[in-house]
């Protein structure tokens, strides 16, 4: 007997986005599983897999715990075409390093400016997962804060070593689209485009994203000019484009 794949994450994880946009490109029946930070660590425990989130548990109780295993989860069982396009290691070699630098920096420095902010924080804490980690979370929020700060290094330095890989990453793919291509590698959507947008949505805050970030109107405004200035390079009207065709 067959169950329907079971998706654990953090909901307003930017890597979750990344698996949660691939299930649902590739018309993949699923159920997320959502909680808060440090609330998630049990059930991916239970479920057989790492502390860090997202990880999905397939169908036939195969537990991924990558966000880039899903990616290639999606591409074999799915109905769209393939994320990866065989043979194409410009796209590999893309996603890899966006996974490796650009999203551990965007994340940061989400955090960095929302962890300032005590409404805006509690604002996101309280839209998802169960309704006792809401409350627990409220609860723990300056506990959780001072974990994720010591654990992320989110300070001042880190925030700028992160302002320094984003803006260069910005720079390199605002390069390579000068010649007029729609999509990073090729004619079409691969995974080099769907993880640029979707690490890319904490410092880019689109429209499509919104129900995981604060109400509008609570975004701190430091983090409301720096993603102003993101959004309006070619690389991120790119990003924005990307989650507008989705």
Same mark, same amino acid.
């Given at each position: 007997?067959?169950?329907?794949?079971?998706?654990?994450? %953090?909901?307003?994880?930017?890597?979750?986005?990344?698996?949660?946009?691939?299930?649902?490109?590739?018309?993949?029946?699923?159920?997320?599983? /959502?909680?808060? +930070?440090?609330?998630?660590?049990? +059930?991916?425990?239970?479920? =057989?897999?790492?502390?860090? /989130?997202?990880?999905?548990?397939?169908?036939?109780?195969?537990?991924?715990?990558?966000?880039?295993?899903?990616?290639?989860?999606?591409?074999?069982?799915?109905?769209?075409?393939?994320?990866?396009?065989?043979?194409?290691?410009?796209? #590999?070699?893309?996603?890899?390093?966006?996974?490796?630098?650009?999203?551990?920096?965007?994340?940061?420095?989400?955090?960095?400016?929302?962890?300032?902010?005590?409404?805006?924080?509690?604002?996101?804490?309280?839209?998802?997962? +169960?309704?006792?980690?809401?409350?627990?979370?409220?609860?723990?929020?300056?506990?959780?804060?001072?974990?994720?700060?010591?654990?992320?290094?989110?300070?001042?330095?880190?925030?700028?070593?992160?302002?320094? #890989?984003?803006?260069?990453?910005?720079?390199? %793919?605002?390069?390579?689209?000068?010649? =007029?291509?729609?999509?990073?590698?090729?004619?079409?959507?691969?995974?080099?485009?769907?993880?640029? /947008?979707?690490?890319?949505?904490?410092?880019?805050?689109?429209?499509?994203?919104?129900?995981?970030?604060?109400?509008?109107?609570?975004? +701190?405004?430091?983090?409301?000019? #720096?993603?102003? /200035?993101?959004?309006?390079?070619?690389?991120?009207?790119?990003?924005?484009?990307?989650?507008?065709?989705?």
């Amino acid at each position: 007997m067959t169950m329907t794949p079971r998706l654990i994450t %953090i909901a307003f994880s930017h890597y979750c986005e990344k698996a949660r946009w691939a299930l649902d490109r590739a018309d993949i029946d699923y159920v997320e599983d /959502a909680h808060l +930070p440090l609330f998630s660590y049990l +059930p991916l425990v239970r479920a =057989g897999a790492k502390r860090t /989130a997202p990880a999905l548990v397939t169908d036939d109780g195969t537990v991924l715990v990558d966000s880039t295993d899903i990616l290639r989860w999606c591409d074999a069982h799915g109905r769209a075409e393939p994320l990866f396009p065989p043979g194409d290691d410009e796209v #590999v070699a893309l996603e890899e390093e966006f996974d490796r630098h650009l999203g551990p920096a965007t994340r940061r420095l989400g955090y960095f400016y929302l962890l300032k902010d005590k409404r805006a924080t509690l604002d996101v804490l309280a839209k998802h997962g +169960p309704r006792w980690e809401r409350v627990l979370g409220k609860a723990s929020r300056p506990l959780a804060a001072a974990l994720l700060r010591r654990g992320l290094r989110i300070d001042p330095a880190g925030a700028e070593r992160s302002r320094a #890989v984003i803006d260069r990453t910005f720079s390199e %793919i605002g390069e390579r689209l000068r010649d =007029g291509r729609k999509y990073l590698c090729g004619d079409r959507l691969t995974a080099a485009d769907l993880t640029f /947008a979707a690490l890319a949505a904490p410092v880019l805050l689109p429209d499509q994203y919104s129900e995981y970030l604060p109400r509008e109107e609570l975004v +701190p405004p430091a983090f409301r000019e #720096v993603a102003d /200035a993101y959004r309006a390079t070619p690389a991120g009207e790119y990003g924005l484009r990307m989650y507008l065709e989705r």
